[in-house]
T-cell receptor, first 112, second 115 residues
Framework: LAKTTQPISMDSYEGQEVNITCSHN???????ITWYQQFPSQGPRFIIQGYKTKVTNEVASLFIPADRKSSTLSLPRVSLSDTAVYYC?????????????FGTGTRLLVSP | GAVVSQHPSWVICKSGTSVKIECRSL??????MFWYRQFPKQSLMLMAT?????????EQGVEKDKFLINHASLTLSTLTVTSAHPEDSSFYIC???????????FGQGTRLTVV
């Protein structure tokens, strides 16, 4: 499984755009990239998933360069409620069994 | 989205007793479920992978005789912490994947406190 590296923490203010980058230099050809959000004392919640280029949904965008060795989660206009830990995971999602291994995650603090 | 429910949400038990935690997929069938443990301010640590109808696969360093996992049906997996000790106090989280090529859904977690 590809190991991921993320910044330990980030600070932002309400209304700003936040970009969290994840490095996954050993990503395999069939690996997908998935981001989760976790609030204290809750299970992780799926944010977005992609394989290449750009993916956008109602809460975030995911940018993946051509070499796929990194990815960037973009949160537009964050609010206080976006304060959470964000995890980047890579792994094979296209066939059956998938073991999800979490890295350190990025602790995002949004201030007024 | 798919819902995964854990029960109980929190439990306090005495040292030496056993505690069972249930993980249910409410609106889908999950052939594979995962169990994680999370200590304060730390990331989720994968404990084991639970496959319906077969023995669980434990990660290195996780005692299979202490953390008993049973996946008796496509919608239920249980984790039993046997002879619990204070160092087993942690946040336990399960997850399940509805089908291939999709994201995993996580339960809300169970806070175990051993006194």
């Amino acid at each position: 499984l590809a190991k991921t590296t993320q910044p330990i923490s980030m600070d932002s203010y309400e209304g700003q755009e936040v970009n969290i980058t994840c490095s996954h230099n050993n990503i395999a050809t069939n690996d997908y990239i998935t981001w989760y959000q976790q609030f204290p004392s809750q299970g992780p919640r799926f944010i977005i998933q992609g394989y290449k280029t750009k993916v956008t949904n109602e809460v975030a965008s995911l940018f993946i360069p051509a070499d796929r060795k990194s990815s960037t989660l973009s949160l537009p206009r964050v609010s206080l409620s976006d304060t959470a830990v964000y995890y980047c995971l890579v792994g094979l999602m296209s066939t059956g069994f998938q073991k999800l291994v979490f890295g350190t995650g990025t602790r995002l603090l949004v201030s007024p | 989205g798919a819902v995964v429910s854990q029960h109980p949400s929190w439990v306090i038990c005495k040292s030496g007793t056993s505690v069972k935690i249930e993980c249910r997929s409410l609106d889908f069938q999950a052939t594979t479920m995962f169990w994680y443990r999370q200590f304060p301010k730390q990331s989720l640590m994968l404990m084991a992978t639970s496959n319906e109808g077969s023995k669980a696969t434990y990660e290195q360093g996780v005692e299979k005789d202490k953390f008993l996992i049973n996946h008796a049906s496509l919608t239920l997996s249980t984790l039993t912490v046997t002879s619990a000790h204070p160092e087993d106090s942690s946040f336990y989280i399960c997850s399940a994947i509805p089908r291939v090529n999709t994201e995993a859904f996580f339960g809300q977690g169970t806070r175990l406190t051993v006194v």
